[in-house]
């Protein structure tokens, strides 16, 4: 017999109230029970980063906790970052620019790591963003396209404008 709880959730500014099973990941209740697949399971050891959500605002690793520590608390997914019209946030737009993803399959859990970094220093150096993304595996970009994207969304949300440039590729 499964053990279950009633949990109460904000997620995104929504609020939930749900029947969980007390074994279930909060991943897993992300993407199954309220169908907010943008939290992507890469590893489900806590390794990869790409299941990283923001918990009252801080970065957790959604494969490691059950729903029901979640109980209570404001979850922001990657659904949840742009704003309720589908304005990109400075950071999403700055990912767009620089090209900070390929496949997509990392993008949800840097951009929430992102957040949470830029939400405590608007203004990091390069060395802040890679040490902040360190636990974050991407596959396909090299991470200068996505430290670009950062360091661009810092200066914007600082309010300065800044020049990054972009290296691109040119065929002859």
């Known amino acids: 017999m499964m053990d279950k709880r009633i949990i109460n959730v904000i997620v995104n500014n929504q609020p939930y109230q749900r029947e969980v099973d007390t074994r279930r990941t909060l991943g897993d209740f992300l993407r199954h029970d309220?169908?907010?697949?943008?939290?992507?399971?890469g590893c489900e050891h806590g390794v990869c980063g790409a299941c990283t959500i923001l918990l009252n605002g801080n970065t957790a690793?959604?494969?490691?906790?059950l729903a029901v520590q979640a109980d209570g608390c404001h979850v922001t997914t990657i659904e949840g970052l742009a704003a309720a019209d589908g304005v990109l946030s400075e950071l999403q737009q700055a990912f767009r620019e620089?090209?900070?993803?390929?496949?997509?399959?990392?993008?949800?859990?840097?951009?929430?790591?992102?957040?949470?970094?830029?939400?405590?220093?608007?203004d990091p150096t390069e060395a802040e963003v890679r040490e902040?993304?360190?636990?974050?595996?991407?596959?396909?970009?090299?991470?200068?396209?996505?430290?670009?994207?950062?360091?661009?969304?810092?200066s914007r949300?600082?309010?300065k404008s800044s020049v990054v440039v972009i290296a691109q590729e040119v065929n002859t």
């Open 157 to 159: 949300m600082r309010g």
């Open 61 to 65: 690793r959604s494969c490691l906790m």
């Open 98 to 122: 620089c090209h900070g993803l390929q496949c997509g399959f990392c993008t949800p859990g840097m951009l929430t790591t992102l957040t949470e970094l830029l939400s405590e220093n608007l």
């Open 132 to 154: 902040a993304i360190s636990g974050n595996i991407c596959r396909c970009t090299g991470y200068k396209s996505i430290v670009d994207a950062a360091l661009l969304a810092a």
């Open 34 to 41: 309220l169908g907010l697949t943008g939290t992507h399971y």
